[in-house]
C-alpha cells in the first residue's frame, strides 16, 4: 500500500503523506502482492507495469473529470 501511496503522489506531485491510525480488527498486517499464480496457471501476462497502469488511470481521470467540470 505504501508503495502504491508513493506512486501516486508522484504522480499527483502531491506533498502529503500517509495517515496511519490505529490497529482494527481484521487488518492485514503484512500483505505482498504476487500475480505468479496468475501468470503460471491463466498463462497471465501484464501489458504494463504498475506504475504506467496508474499513470494512464490518473490521466484519463483527471482529463475527464477536468472535462466535467467545464461542462458543468
Same mark, same amino acid.
Given at each position: 500500500m505504501l508503495?502504491?501511496?508513493s506512486i501516486i503522489k508522484e504522480l499527483a506531485n502531491s506533498e502529503r503523506n500517509p495517515a496511519f491510525g490505529?490497529?482494527?480488527?481484521?487488518?492485514?498486517?503484512?500483505s505482498h502482492a504476487d500475480i505468479s499464480k496468475a501468470m503460471n496457471y491463466l498463462?497471465?501476462?501484464p501489458l504494463v507495469n504498475i506504475k504506467e497502469g496508474l499513470q494512464k488511470a490518473f490521466t484519463w481521470y +483527471?482529463?475527464?473529470?477536468? +472535462?466535467?467540470i467545464a461542462n458543468s
Amino acid at each position: 500500500m505504501l508503495e502504491l501511496f508513493s506512486i501516486i503522489k508522484e504522480l499527483a506531485n502531491s506533498e502529503r503523506n500517509p495517515a496511519f491510525g490505529p490497529d482494527r480488527q481484521g487488518d492485514v498486517k503484512h500483505s505482498h502482492a504476487d500475480i505468479s499464480k496468475a501468470m503460471n496457471y491463466l498463462d497471465y501476462k501484464p501489458l504494463v507495469n504498475i506504475k504506467e497502469g496508474l499513470q494512464k488511470a490518473f490521466t484519463w481521470y +483527471s482529463d475527464n473529470l477536468k +472535462s466535467k467540470i467545464a461542462n458543468s
